[in-house]
């Protein structure tokens, strides 16, 4: 197991962000990890992540490992692909590529690797007790991760994170730099009729937590996008945790 740590940065109050949690159902914390946790968590991102591709199939979500990726072949790969697009046009649909932290943590692959620090620190108590302050949720008893990469093309459409379990806040923490608002990508909030109610550009070590069920979405990223929208997404929980 790596001996290096991810920090909490030590500025943070969480009173300064409980008052617009509550008025709001969502709120952002930037600069939430110290500048050396927030690189570590870019470097592995860019360098020591396997990628599988995250696909909205008939069946379900579905999550391709890369051996998976390369027994289909390009074609049907494409055409699955292609499927989940036209599923898009009337339905709940999504395209990305996804590190799966939790499943790999619990098998012992990648030991060591920055995310699975990053999981361990979210559940740890001081971070516990500072996402129990900033939402207002003192049940929660634990809090799930996994990495996303949206690429030119990639999406999520319109959902409102209702499922199994007790989702009781979803979150993001951004590690993406230098992002223009022109390249898609932006985490949008939608009203009753549809309408955007509020929206947030991809950024860099901002987390981003929200009251759940909401509805969102993730806007298709440009294919003009010069960036790589890299996240790390999940919830905060009350039902038990695993044992």
Do not use: C
Not at 31 to 39: F, K, N, Q, V
Not at 136 to 152: H, L, N, S
């Amino acid at each position: 197991m790596s001996e290096r740590a991810i920090r909490l940065n030590p500025r943070l109050d969480p009173r300064d962000y409980a008052a617009a949690y509550a008025r709001d159902g969502v709120v952002q914390v930037r600069d939430l990890l110290d500048p050396d946790s927030a690189e570590w968590l870019v470097l592995a991102l860019e360098h020591d992540t396997t990628w599988s591709l995250s696909l909205k199939t008939p069946e379900g979500g579905k999550l391709f490992s890369p051996q998976e990726i390369a027994a289909l072949g390009r074609d049907e790969l494409g055409r699955r692909i292609q499927a989940a697009l036209h599923q898009a046009g009337d339905g709940f649909s999504f395209v990305y590529l996804a590190y799966p932290i939790i499943k790999a943590f619990l098998s012992g692959r990648d030991q060591g690797h920055a995310t699975h620090v990053l999981l361990q620190f979210f559940n740890d108590t001081p971070f516990m007790e500072f996402a129990k302050a900033v939402t207002g949720e003192a049940g929660v008893t634990k809090i799930d991760a996994q990495a996303t990469w949206f690429r030119p093309g990639d999406f999520l459409t319109l959902h409102d994170d209702t499922g199994e379990g007790q989702r009781r806040a979803a979150y993001t923490l951004g590690l993406t730099r230098d992002w223009r608002p022109d390249w898609g990508g932006q985490l949008l909030f939608h009203d009753a009729a549809g309408d955007i109610e509020r929206g947030f550009k991809p950024g860099f070590n901002v987390w981003t937590v929200f009251r759940t069920p909401r509805n969102h979405s993730v806007a298709q990223v440009a294919s003009y996008a010069d960036g790589k929208r890299r996240s790390i997404t999940g919830w905060l929980r009350d039902d038990p945790p695993v044992k």
